[in-house]
């Protein structure tokens, strides 16, 4: 009797470890195509890199349930061998360390609102970075969300939405000229305007009202660029990510278009 009671003893404790394991992953849509292909039977199916954290992955099961695995300590997954390996072999590279989140954004809203501090992804359509604030209120932290299948981020409505509203740079590569503007520019009046920036009186008798008109380049960061408005006021605007600014063409433009130079 007391055999049996050790048994089932161990056996829920060996259950516990399993479920402590195996916590669910939220925010991770598992692609319908792999299930229906494999079924999630195999070793390696069903498994894909958590972009926020190299050493753990995404795996999901027939239901098609996403967990958060972690791999064994001091190894990193591997994308190309669907396992956990030494990390020189795995050479994985968190989206966190690609992306900084706007620090004119989280001092601005501090991300109270439900659209506040969503942002494109720099390589992936289906995805998109949403920050949260740090304990300092001053710096934030990005976070990979995934938008569910068939859907793409619309960046200007802050949503994921179908593909033809998508709003991806990357489904512009072959057209080098596409740019986009800050979509919050029209509130720029709002905040607080930047000190001892003396807008340029010839630019500002001839109006601010143009997208083009009374912006320039801010030598201190070139993502993002310096905006006047008609009563002299000057404020600071985040280009989108993955933009710096141009100041021959007065948009935020692609990296290898750029005229600024930190």
């Known amino acids: 009797m007391g055999y049996l009671i050790q048994t089932i003893v161990f056996a829920i404790l060996i259950t ?4 402590q394991q195996k916590a669910f992953y939220k925010g991770h849509t598992c692609p319908q195509r792999d299930l229906d292909r494999t079924g999630c039977r195999g070793p390696t199916d069903c498994l894909y890199p958590n972009s926020n954290d190299c050493t753990r992955y ?18 990193h997954y ?41 942002y494109a992804h720099p390589t992936n359509c289906n995805e998109y970075i949403e920050c949260e604030v740090n304990h300092d209120h ?19 409505d802050k949503r994921c939405d179908a593909i033809e509203r998508s709003t991806c740079p990357l489904r512009h ?3 080098r000229d596409v740019v986009r503007y800050d979509p919050d520019d ?6 607080p305007p930047i000190p001892g920036y003396k807008c340029p009186p ?23 660029y310096i905006r006047c408005t008609t009563g002299g006021y000057a404020y600071l605007r985040p280009c989108s990510p993955g933009l710096l600014w141009n100041n021959i063409k ?6 290898e278009q750029t005229t600024c130079h930190q």
């Open 202 to 224: 010839e630019d500002l008798r001839k109006g601010c009202d143009e997208p083009t008109s009374c912006v320039y380049q801010n030598d201190k960061d070139c993502a993002t």
């Open 173 to 175: 590569t072959k057209d």
């Open 16 to 19: 516990y470890t399993i479920a």
């Open 186 to 191: 029209s509130s720029a009046g709002d905040d």
């Open 78 to 118: 591997s994308t190309r061998s669907k396992a956990c390996d030494f990390p020189h072999l795995a050479a994985c590279r968190s989206d966190s360390s690609l992306f900084k989140c706007p620090r004119y954004d989280i001092l601005r809203t501090q991300c109270e609102r439900q659209r506040d501090c969503l």
């Open 58 to 75: 995404i795996q999901c099961n027939s239901g098609g349930v996403a967990y958060d695995m972690p791999c064994p300590e001091g190894l």
């Open 250 to 255: 007065k948009v935020c433009d692609w990296p």
């Open 138 to 156: 001053r710096t934030g932290r990005p976070s990979v969300r995934h938008c569910p299948s068939g859907l793409e981020w619309n960046d200007n």
